[in-house]
Nanobody, 119 residues
Framework: QVQLAESGGGLVQAGGSLRLSCAASGQTFGRYAMGWFRQAPGKDREIVARIIWSGSDTYYVDSVKGRFTIAKDNAKNMLYLQMTNLKPEDTAVYYC????????????WGQGTQVTVSS
């Protein structure tokens, strides 16, 4: 089992920045990748960014490329999402998640943190 706890959300004006953090605890092996997802009201949950835990390969959804940066601290079991030039359409609940193996999906989820961007 992996426990995940997000923090760092809040209210920010358009153009501003926020840094989300995700603390992982519990099972420390079997962690192929970690990712950030978001879900806006009335919309499906979407992946925002993903990073391979044992390496540095990253993926970003097109809408955040050049604005968001995913990073990790393996020693501290921390995942981060630096968000800059935030837009109102970035408003959502942001979740971190763990994908244990290459063949699995993201099966461990945090409770989420609210990000609200005002225009």
């Amino acid at each position: 089992q992996v426990q995940l706890a997000e923090s760092g959300g809040g209210l920010v004006q358009a153009g501003g920045s926020l840094r989300l953090s995700c603390a992982a605890s519990g099972q420390t092996f079997g962690r192929y990748a970690m990712g950030w997802f978001r879900q806006a009201p009335g919309k499906d949950r979407e992946i925002v960014a993903r990073i391979i835990w044992s390496g540095s390969d990253t993926y970003y959804v097109d809408s955040v490329k050049g604005r968001f940066t995913i990073a990790k601290d393996n020693a501290k079991n921390m995942l981060y999402l630096q968000m800059t030039n935030l837009k109102p359409e970035d408003t959502a609940v942001y979740y971190c998640a763990v994908r244990p193996t290459l063949g699995s999906g993201f099966i461990y989820w945090g409770q989420g943190t609210q990000v609200t961007v005002s225009s």
